[in-house]
């Protein structure tokens, strides 16, 4: 364990003050943490979580956005370990931990259309039965897996094919697929945490990085980077996960009001991003009209499909037999709901 990491622990430690729920037992007060603010989607979806629950039982829920306890790894240890019963965490962190679940990250896997990756979440066999048992060999209960927008390349320069993603330094979670497709794309890929991210392209030390539209509005990347690019490549995914001592330990009817609450969050999350990235993008350009946004023609995306078969590949050869099932089911899932 590092030293930031291990002071990480001893503030939430010191933060979570009280005797620790034995894992199983019945609790007053939930803790639940997840990676984005409250104004954000994933706090978004927490706070209606948080809010049926209270309505529906005797159990409070206590919220811990982004950087309250640490970094993403941290609040995972801390579902694992039982200090916290919920987290929020994209899979392209947990993909360490579970490979499979970077699947994610294959390249134009998933759709844009939101009401067709609405669906797919909604019903897909892959991540409502197959994705299950994966986490569960964790110590995981998966509630809920939700999209949160196409993700949007953030660069210092224009980037109109692979050719212009050339030695860019370009920032990407901790993920082995994740680094593998910016590769192929032809960029060198630079995992870095977080909490870096902007420094980091304020210094030139990244010259680029990706995600959703809302998240490059509320965290000011547009003030570190002059070029928007939609490739539609991928599309920002996340996962809500209990302690699975935890849940196997609470009463059927608790059970039933957590199940509950994330299928009335998932209902809400996904009416609540109707038109985000479209009224974000329109912030963006009002406060920096000099942004250059750019959506890439099929011509243009051509390269990037081109890679995108190699990292399916790389995808399998890294997940074997079983990243090969899920990958499959998904496509099924996919072709269901177009």
């Known amino acids: 364990m590092t030293m930031t990491r291990l002071l990480a622990g001893t503030a939430t430690l010191a933060l979570l003050a009280g005797p620790l729920l034995a894992a199983g037992a019945a609790a007053d ?10 104004d954000e989607v994933q706090g978004q ?18 919220l811990f956005p982004y950087g309250t306890l640490g970094e993403s790894a941290d609040i995972m ?12 965490q994209s899979p392209g962190f947990t993909g360490a931990l579970i490979p499979e679940a970077q699947v994610f990250f294959v390249p134009y896997l998933l759709p844009t259309d939101q009401e067709k990756l609405g669906r797919f979440f909604r019903d897909s066999k892959a991540i409502n039965e197959d994705f299950q048992d994966l986490y569960a060999e964790q110590g995981l209960e998966l ?9 949007a390349m953030t660069t210092k320069s224009p980037v109109e094919g692979c050719d212009d993603l050339n030695e860019v330094k370009f920032r990407v979670m901790t993920n082995p697929l994740l680094v593998e497709s910016y590769r192929a794309f032809g960029a060198t890929p630079t995992p870095l945490p977080w909490g870096e991210v902007y420094g980091g392209l304020q210094t030139n030390i990244i010259q680029g ?7 490059l509005y509320s965290n000011k990347l547009y003030e570190v980077t002059d070029y928007i690019t939609y ?5 920002f995914t996340t996962a809500v996960m209990a302690n699975k001592d935890f849940y196997d330990g609470l009463a059927a009817e608790d059970q039933q009001v957590i199940q509950d609450a994330a299928s009335a969050a998932f209902d809400f999350i996904l009416d609540y991003q109707k038109g985000l990235a479209e009224s974000e993008l329109a912030k963006i350009k009002e406060a920096k009209p000099e942004m250059t946004v750019t959506v890439l023609t099929d011509e243009q995306r051509a390269c990037f499909k081109e890679a995108a078969a190699e990292v399916e590949a790389m ?5 074997g037999e079983r990243g090969r099932e899920i990958l499959e089911q998904m496509k099924q899932d996919l072709a269901a709901v177009e």
């Open 231 to 235: 490739a539609g490549h991928n599309n």
């Open 143 to 151: 509630l809920k897996m939700f999209p949160e927008g196409e993700v």
């Open 45 to 62: 979806y927490a706070q209606k979580f948080k809010e049926h629950i209270e309505a529906n039982s005797d159990h409070e829920i206590q």
């Open 77 to 88: 240890e801390q579902t694992q370990s039982g200090i916290l019963q919920f987290v929020d």
């Open 29 to 38: 007060t939930w803790r639940y943490a997840f990676e984005e603010s409250m």
């Open 209 to 215: 990085q990706e995600n959703p539209t809302f998240y």
């Open 315 to 319: 995808y399998i050869d890294m997940t």
